[in-house]
């Protein structure tokens, strides 16, 4: 079985920092890529940024130059250090890779976890 575990989050004032983590456990054969998606209350869930396997990365607009992933192959685990804060970043923030297992391929989600910024 595979699991997706987050941990990072918090509540910081706006201009703060806070840095997510996010290991994948479990049968795992190879994981293609990890990213992070965000969700604020009322709105859907959209991609915040991810990383492939050979270190390629992506961003939402609204975060390039403030937001940095990051990944360790070795421990499975990927990184989001978010720096110049603001509000508008408050939401819960999900963990997601695509992978494959010895039991089964697809997209991965974790439990989420709460961002919150103060003005």
């Known amino acids: 079985q595979v699991r997706l575990v987050e941990s990072g989050g918090g509540l910081v004032q706006a201009g703060g920092s806070l840095r997510l983590s996010c290991a994948a456990s479990?049968?795992?054969?190879?994981?293609?890529?990890m990213g992070w998606y965000a969700q604020a209350p009322g709105k859907r869930r959209e991609l915040v940024a991810d990383i492939t396997s050979d270190g390629s990365t992506n961003y939402a607009d609204s975060v390039k130059g403030r937001f940095t992933i990051s990944r360790d192959n070795a421990k499975n685990t990927v990184y989001l250090q978010m720096n110049s804060l603001k509000p508008e970043d408050t939401a819960v923030y999900y963990c997601n890779s695509r992978l494959i297992g010895t039991r089964a391929a697809g997209v991965f989600w974790g439990q989420g976890t709460q961002v919150t910024v103060s003005s």
């Open positions: 479990g049968s795992i054969i190879s994981i293609r890529s």
